[in-house]
């Protein structure tokens, strides 16, 4: 049997590629190399009000809604930016995935657990799992099996430029459930997080390109000496120089679809794989697989989210720049009542681009960022 689409992944952007496929009457199969969708978690579980939308889920999975943040220092200094309504929700990441698969399962699509990809042999996935090695004819592959793709491995594929590595853990800690909170100095070249989860308790962690384990070690200290679940993971940024190629469209991680000013890829995720879904039904309809229809999913997701995520770097780029005091002056200079209304306004988790306009040329600003600008920055404006 050969499948219109094999979507090899089920986390929310494999269940997304799958549910829209399935959608679209083609015949879809979704392989998780997992027993379980869903575990193990390896994801902070904030998502904004529009990444929760995109999952298209009941509110099930929802542990808790938060207004706003504070930053924080490491010198001391913190703004608080407070919406006052709902702008992001804390998720059961487990909980949700699996209601994105059975979504899918729903539309049509089609799951084979615990297999994994051993191989690619023209428009023919070998996997191995519970049916021992089972050969997978496909016309369209699309690949959603996270930032360590082995899929695009196999074919040979450029991969993202930088690998973060994370690791989270929920604490016992009274906080104010309303706020997530924000360190930039808890790690060199990123930042830290506590985000509240129920009372008493909050997922903390952090990510780093080096000796996150130290890191982190000093970091929860601020909490808890102990914790009552610890995970980890690997979070990439920066978009692969090419999203697809050998009839495999790349979504998600596997693509390197996180967003680097927070890590987070739910929102990209999915919307790459509803571009991918597109894509596959147009080159199943026209039966041409081959590179000049599948870039038609590159032109989707750039005019879609390739500005933001492409912005988004620079600002990564810019923060390794970023010593404690700079950052300090920074939190600083933020904390006035005019840009905090600016930021409660104008602030978006997925699409930070007007916001960033509107700050970046204010006098203080522009002042504080000069050096930066002057060490080779200047693109960013």
């Not at 952090?206 to 996150?212: E, F, I, P, Q, W």
């Not at 697989?289 to 032109?299: K, Q």
């Amino acid at each position: 049997m050969t499948y219109d689409v094999v979507v090899v992944g089920a986390g929310p952007a494999g269940s997304a590629a799958a549910t829209e496929c399935a959608g679209l009457g083609l015949k879809t199969l979704c392989i998780e190399e997992h027993g379980t969708i869903g575990y193990p978690v390896q994801c902070a579980g904030l998502l904004s009000n529009a990444a929760f939308a995109e999952c298209r889920v009941s509110d099930h999975s929802v542990l808790n809604r938060v207004s706003g943040a504070r930053v924080i220092s490491g010198q001391g200094s913190s703004i608080l930016i407070d919406a006052k309504k709902t702008m992001a929700l804390v998720v059961d990441r487990g909980a949700l995935d699996r209601e994105m698969a059975e979504n899918a399962a729903r539309a049509g699509a089609e799951f084979l657990l615990k297999t994994s990809v051993c191989g690619i042999r023209d428009n023919t996935l070998i996997t191995r799992g519970v049916h021992q090695e089972e050969p997978i004819p496909f016309k369209v592959l699309i690949a959603a099996d996270g930032p360590r793709s082995t899929v695009a491995r196999m074919l040979g594929m450029q991969r993202a430029p930088v690998y973060l590595a994370g690791i989270q853990a929920d604490s016992l800690h009274e906080t104010d459930p309303r706020f997530v909170e924000l360190y930039p100095d808890a790690s060199p070249g990123f930042f830290g997080w506590s985000i509240p989860t129920a009372p008493g308790r909050v997922r903390v962690g952090l990510c780093a390109r080096s000796n996150a384990q130290e890191h982190f070690a000093t970091f929860i200290r601020k909490f808890s000496d102990s914790s009552v679940h610890l995970v980890t993971g690997t979070i990439p940024l920066g978009v692969m120089p090419k999203t697809y190629g050998h009839r495999t469209l790349f979504v998600g991680d596997a693509a390197g679809f996180a967003k680097p000013t927070s890590g987070g890829g739910v929102y990209t995720g999915i919307r790459s794989a509803r571009h991918a879904a597109a894509v596959a039904a147009e080159a199943c309809a026209s039966s041409r697989f081959d590179d000049s229809v599948l870039s038609g999913y590159e032109r989707r997701w750039k005019a879609d989210i390739g500005n933001e995520l492409a912005l988004g770097f620079r600002f990564l780029e810019m923060r390794q720049h970023l010593s404690g005091q700079d950052i300090d002056d920074l939190v600083r200079a933020l904390n006035d009542p005019e840009i905090i209304r600016t930021i409660e306004e104008y602030g978006d988790m997925d699409r930070p681009s007007t916001l960033a306009k509107k700050l970046l040329f204010r006098p203080e600003m522009i002042r504080l960022l000069r050096p930066l600008v002057q060490a080779g920055l200047k693109s960013l404006f």
